[in-house]
């Protein structure tokens, strides 16, 4: 079974300019989770869908970061226009419904290193 | 909100035992986990804890205590592919899905 993966693996962009990350969860995970680790500090929650609605975006930073799951499958999140710091890793980790597993763990994909330069 | 604190680095001799101590502050608590990050790599699950005690899995140990908000993670007979960033993550009552992370501790193991 493919884990989530997520795309690029890393973007290095200029100041103001927009990028996209992607994000695909296990088939089947009604539930898809953005964090974020920005310089060496502790990952950070962003934001939770349940299929594609958006069930807590607490964690959103500001109105630059733009998520979206049309379909309930993959995401993308958008960051438009980036600034200096924006730069981190992003995480994006996906699990099955609560009554489908016994601890409910999120499964983490590798990360999108975004660079803002 | 959630104070989630661990050690930063940790270094152990191969086959030894290591623990790593997480102490958190939270207002209101739905489990513990703990994940294994190579650099460079995805965070993999290792362990949970939702009640007091010890919850073993071959050469790692997890434990809790909920009165002390305390938990810690215990690696035994260490090997070098062990050296890694160790990650506590609390789960929150209010949001079932919402997880808070520790910094991480980077665990080295040296032959």
């Known amino acids: 079974e493919a884990g989530v993966t997520q795309f690029p693996s890393h973007s290095v962009i200029e100041k103001g300019q927009t990028v996209t990350l992607r994000c695909d969860p296990i088939s089947g995970h009604d539930n898809l989770y953005w964090y974020r680790r920005v310089m060496g500090k502790e990952i950070k929650f962003l934001l939770h869908?349940?299929?594609?609605?958006?069930?807590?975006e607490s964690g959103m930073p500001n109105n630059r970061f733009l998520a979206e799951r049309t379909g309930g499958t993959y995401s993308t999140l958008k960051v438009q226009p980036a600034e200096l710091e924006d730069s981190g890793v992003y995480f994006c980790a996906s699990s099955q419904r609560p009554d489908l597993g016994s601890y409910n763990e999120q499964f983490f994909g590798p990360g999108t290193r975004l660079t803002v330069l | 909100g959630q104070n989630i604190d661990q050690p930063t680095e940790m270094t152990a001799t191969e086959g030894a035992i290591v623990q790593i101590n997480c102490t958190y502050q939270?207002?209101?608590?739905?489990?513990l986990f703990w994940y294994q990050q190579h650099a460079g790599e995805a965070p993999t699950f290792l362990s949970y804890n939702v009640l007091d005690g010890l919850e073993e899995k071959g050469r790692f140990s997890s434990f809790l205590s909920r009165s002390k908000g305390y938990s810690y993670l215990l690696l035994k007979e260490l090997q070098m592919k062990d050296s890694a960033s160790y990650l506590c993550a609390v789960r929150h009552l209010s949001n079932d899905y919402k997880l808070s992370f520790g910094a991480g501790t980077t665990v080295t193991v040296r032959a």
């Open positions: 939270t207002s209101g608590f739905n489990g």
């Open positions: 869908f349940v299929k594609e609605s958006k069930q807590d």
